[in-house]
Antibody, heavy 121, light 107 residues
């Protein structure tokens, strides 16, 4: 069965850095686009970034552009999010999500359990 | 960016009720609209994709309709496990944007 397991969250000071990982299993990871989506405490969902199956195409939300870097290692079935210059407003649960574009109907069909990032002094 | 607006923000309903949640896009997104259910402390779960296609494994109590700018999620007969927050999300363009959520509470 499809599994996505995030790790790497924690408490970090403003201006600090953190690297999130997402380990994928149960499907051919290299065939799928992947995303990071976050949810601030008590708030709604915010898409953060996506990376194409090959890693060539990458997009970011304006709120993280220039500070966050998404990457993937298809040999290790892993997705990453390098987060720099962290701000209090980056505090959230970060989810990795598989992007299924079968029939050109793009949707996030599997999600990890999330990892909490807290930015506070 | 395409703005997604859900209504209502919350509603109270009883078991067995028919419940409707609406989602409006700020521009034409054709049928590129998905619905997710999220329970407290859990990751979102895909219910409906492409406006009206039921995700595999999801009960047929859930249905979706609409195209263009106006969409609807319907729960035909509310069950105890359906009390949750529901989000719409457009996949027409990047950034992929979500509605603000609709919380379905027990009356």
């Amino acid at each position: 069965q499809v599994q996505l397991v995030e790790s790497g969250g924690g408490l970090v000071k403003p201006g600090g850095s953190l690297r999130l990982s997402c380990a994928a299993s149960g499907f051919t990871f290299s065939n799928y686009y992947m995303n990071w989506i976050r949810q601030a405490p008590g708030k709604g969902l915010e898409w953060v970034s996506y990376i194409s199956s090959s890693g060539i195409s990458i997009y970011y939300a304006d709120s993280v552009k220039g500070r966050f870097t998404i990457s993937r290692d298809n040999a290790k079935n892993s997705l990453y999010l390098e987060m720099n210059s962290l701000r209090a407003e980056d505090t959230a649960v970060y989810y990795c999500a598989r992007d299924n574009g079968y029939d050109s109907a793009w949707r996030f069909d599997y999600w990890g359990q999330g990892t909490l990032v807290t930015v506070s002094s | 960016d395409i703005q997604m607006t859900q209504s209502p923000s919350s509603l109270s309903a009883s078991v067995g009720d028919r419940v409707t949640v609406t989602c409006r896009a700020s521009q034409n997104i054709r049928s590129n609209l998905n619905w997710y259910q999220q329970k407290p402390g859990r990751a979102p779960n895909l219910l409906i994709y492409a406006a009206s296609s039921l995700q595999s494994g999801v009960t047929s109590r859930f249905s979706g309709s609409g195209s263009g700018t106006d969409f609807t999620l319907t729960i035909s007969s509310l069950q105890p496990e359906d009390f949750a927050t529901y989000y719409c999300q457009q996949s027409h363009t990047t950034p992929r944007t979500f509605g603000q959520g609709t919380t379905v509470e027990i009356k």
